[in-house]
C-alpha cells in the first residue's frame, strides 16, 4: 500500500510539473522553477526538525537565490527530489489538494536560514557529489532526513558495505569530544571519515561542555 501511494504521489507532481502555469495560481502550486513554501509547511517542518525556521524570509528567495534556483544541477536534483520524495505535506486548502515535498522544501528553508554565502560555499562543496549520484542513480540515492537535520544525504547502494554514505550537508548540533555546539551548525560529512565534521556555518560555533 505504502509503495503504491508513493507511485501515486509521485505521478501527481509530474503531472503537476508539465502543466502549463498559470497567472492566476494560487500562492500553493509550484511548478518545477518554483515551490512554494507557506506558514503551515514552514510550522511542520520547524516541529519535524526542531529547528525554528519560522524566522525565515522567503520573499525575495528567487531573487537573493538566483544562483542557486538557476544552477542546472540543483535544479535536476530538486526536480529529482520532488519526484521520488517519499514524505510529503497535503495541503488541504487546495480544492483538489496539493501535495509538496517536504525534501525539497527542508532545502529552501535551510538556505533562507543560513543565508547566501553559507549556502553558496555548502553548495559548492556538495554539488559534484550531487553531479555524480544523478548521473548514477541506479547506483546512489539521496536520503533527507529533516527529523535528524540531515538536509541532503548520498549513499552508495553498491558499496562493500551496502548502503555506505559518502556524503551528507547537515544543520544541527553535534558533539566533539567532551563538548557539543550550542547551536545548530551548517556542516558536512564526506569519505573516507563520513564521522567527521567539516563546519560551514558559523565558522566559528560556539560549544559547551557536555555534563
Do not use: C
Not at 507557506?38 to 529547528?51: A, F, L
Not at 555546539?181 to 567527521?196: A, G, S
Request: a negative charge.
Amino acid at each position: 500500500m505504502k509503495k503504491f501511494l508513493s507511485i501515486f504521489l509521485a505521478s501527481i507532481m509530474l503531472v503537476a510539473f508539465l502543466l502549463p502555469t498559470d497567472s492566476t495560481a494560487t500562492s500553493h502550486d509550484f511548478s518545477i522553477n518554483q515551490i512554494s513554501i507557506d506558514t503551515s509547511m514552514v510550522q511542520q517542518i520547524t516541529e519535524e526538525s526542531g529547528t525554528d525556521f519560522t524566522d525565515v524570509d522567503l520573499t525575495n528567495f528567487e531573487q537573493d537565490f538566483a544562483f542557486l534556483l538557476n544552477d542546472p544541477v540543483f535544479k535536476e536534483m530538486e526536480e529529482y527530489l520532488v519526484l521520488n520524495s517519499q514524505e510529503v505535506i497535503i495541503d488541504e486548502t487546495e480544492v483538489a489538494g496539493q501535495w509538496i515535498p517536504i525534501a525539497a522544501a527542508g532545502i529552501r528553508l535551510l538556505a533562507g536560514k543560513v543565508g547566501t554565502k553559507a549556502i553558496d560555499k555548502a553548495w559548492d562543496i556538495a554539488k559534484p557529489h550531487v553531479k555524480k549520484a544523478l548521473d548514477d542513480v541506479d547506483r546512489y540515492k539521496f536520503i533527507v532526513n529533516i527529523k535528524n537535520g540531515r538536509y541532503l544525504g548520498i549513499i552508495d547502494t553498491k558499496s562493500k558495505s551496502k548502503d555506505k554514505t559518502i556524503f551528507a550537508l547537515d544543520y544541527h548540533q553535534f558533539k566533539e569530544g567532551s563538548k557539543r555546539t550550542v547551536d545548530d551548525v551548517l556542516h558536512y560529512h564526506i569519505t573516507p571519515n563520513i564521522k567527521e565534521h567539516h563546519v560551514i556555518y558559523p565558522t566559528d560555533p560556539k560549544w559547551e561542555t557536555i555534563k
